[in-house]
């Protein structure tokens, strides 16, 4: 009885303490779905997705292929990006470093925040709530994103003719539009998808963990990593680009192609397979 009723405070005390909700009702087979904390549940269909980094035929720079995938089970994810306001939460916690801007305009989109300030936050939140918030994964933010997402294939050029290559992604990279308003917005202002997620593809780009790679192509199709740096993660925005992970202003450099990001922020996923605060504070009640 006694240890019951223990187990009972234990449960109690996560679910009173976390701001994010523990229990969220199954999505359907189709859809979307949001909850009362924010995160929109997306049920799990297959989707075209372009792997993320650099691959090679023979050699020769060639285009990334294009496939259907699907993610392993339903989507948990941040309706919005982290404001100012919860990741100066974060810094008056000792959870999250201090960046000199974090507190203008507090219900904005929290910018100028490198991969490992927005991994502090996902490790802060989790520690919180005893729920697992992370970054999502390339092939999550893509599947997310949904019509939000721009296509990063390069014209076809020779592929015997790597300067030709080069050239058509110069091109690409040059003539994309630049964002019309670089401050970030209110949430909404880039509208919602059809997935029901704010600012998908926006003037904040949002880090991910996936690492950067190079790959090579075999004559069968498949892939074969070559190389894999990461210290070097995908973002995601109006063009998926890639930032050395303690950048904060894309400005300054880190960008390894293309047209730099306007901002760098985040939103994360929820994994609720995993409860790592509950299982602490049952194993100190049943010792």
Not at 147 to 154: F, R, V
Not at 180 to 207: H, I, K, S, Y
Not at 241 to 268: E, H, K, Q, S, W
């Amino acid at each position: 009885m006694l240890l019951a009723m223990k187990l009972k405070v234990a449960i109690a005390a996560v679910t009173l303490a976390s701001p994010v909700a523990v229990t969220m009702a199954p999505v359907t087979s189709i859809g979307h779905r949001d909850t009362d904390a924010g995160i929109t549940e997306i049920a799990a269909q297959t989707f075209q997705y372009r792997s993320a980094g650099d691959f090679s035929r023979n050699g020769k720079p060639v285009e990334a292929p294009l496939g259907e995938a699907q993610l392993t089970g339903h989507l948990k994810i941040m309706t919005n990006q982290v404001t100012s306001r919860e990741y100066a939460s974060c810094v008056d916690d000792g959870g999250c470093p201090r960046i000199p801007h974090e507190a203008a305009m507090a219900d904005r989109p929290m910018v100028g925040v490198s991969w490992r300030d927005a991994t502090a936050y996902a490790e802060w939140i989790t520690n919180k709530t005893g729920i697992v918030h992370r970054l999502p994964t390339d092939e999550e933010w893509t599947f997310a994103a949904g019509e939000k997402i721009g296509d990063d294939a390069l014209p076809l050029v020779d592929p015997l003719d790597p300067a030709q290559a080069w050239i058509a992604r110069y091109d690409v990279e040059a003539n994309r539009a630049r964002p019309g308003a670089l401050d970030p917005q209110p949430a909404g202002t880039f509208g919602r998808n059809r997935n029901g997620l704010n600012d998908m593809g926006g003037n904040v780009w949002e880090w991910t963990n996936t690492c950067f790679l190079r790959m090579t192509l075999q004559p069968t199709g498949a892939t074969q990593v070559t190389n894999t740096n990461c210290g070097v993660r995908v973002v995601q925005g109006a063009h998926r680009t890639y930032m050395t992970d303690f950048i904060r202003d894309p400005r300054t450099g880190g960008c390894a192609a293309g047209v730099p990001p306007a901002n760098l922020g985040f939103r994360l996923v929820v994994d609720d397979r995993t409860w790592p605060r509950l299982r602490r504070m049952i194993a100190a009640a049943v010792s």
